[in-house]
């Protein structure tokens, strides 16, 4: 298998991993064309079908002024904006709001610190906006049964009967 663009790109010898499976060089999203556009809320629309929170609401990342608000935090790096996500679910749950919003996410610090990661080959990208320092996550105090989890969807509520 050929190594990676990246590792082609930097003169890089194929890593074990790119040996073993074929990789996906996925770039961020960008918003400059109505098509680059048009695959971001996709990706939104995807993540939204996908989550399972008690009072979210229709269009909860796509509509509005959320999926301007997702880019300017995220720059379109699509693993900060699934850790954004996936930490502001994990909030939403733990807080017992089972939504996300801006005020929720603005209260999310994003931090991708991992002593594995190398910094100045790109595995750390720049993290624009607010909450960006490392630290603690907000809690809303004792943690609360996992609900989210616990919907199996509608083909198991069906099969339940």
Not at 28 to 45: G, K
Not at 54 to 66: C, E, R, S, V
């Amino acid at each position: 298998m050929d190594p990676s663009v990246h590792a082609r790109v930097h003169g890089l010898e194929a890593t074990q991993t790119e040996r073993r499976f074929d990789l996906v060089e996925l770039d961020r999203f960008r918003t400059t064309t109505p098509e680059e556009t048009a695959a971001f809320l996709d990706h939104l629309n995807g993540i939204e079908s996908n989550l399972r929170l008690l009072k979210a609401k229709p269009k909860m990342l796509t509509g509005g002024g959320m999926p301007e608000y997702l880019m300017r935090r995220t720059s379109g790096v699509v693993g900060v904006l699934e850790r954004l996500i996936e930490d502001g679910a994990q909030e939403a749950m733990d807080s017992g709001k089972e939504l996300l919003d801006e005020n929720l996410l603005d209260e999310i610090a994003i931090s991708l610190d991992d002593p594995s990661r190398d910094p100045s080959t790109g595995e750390i990208p720049p993290i624009p906006g607010k909450g960006t320092t490392a630290g603690p996550r907000k809690t809303g105090g004792q943690r609360k049964k996992n609900t989210t989890f616990d919907d199996r969807g509608p083909s198991a509520a069906g099969a339940a009967s």
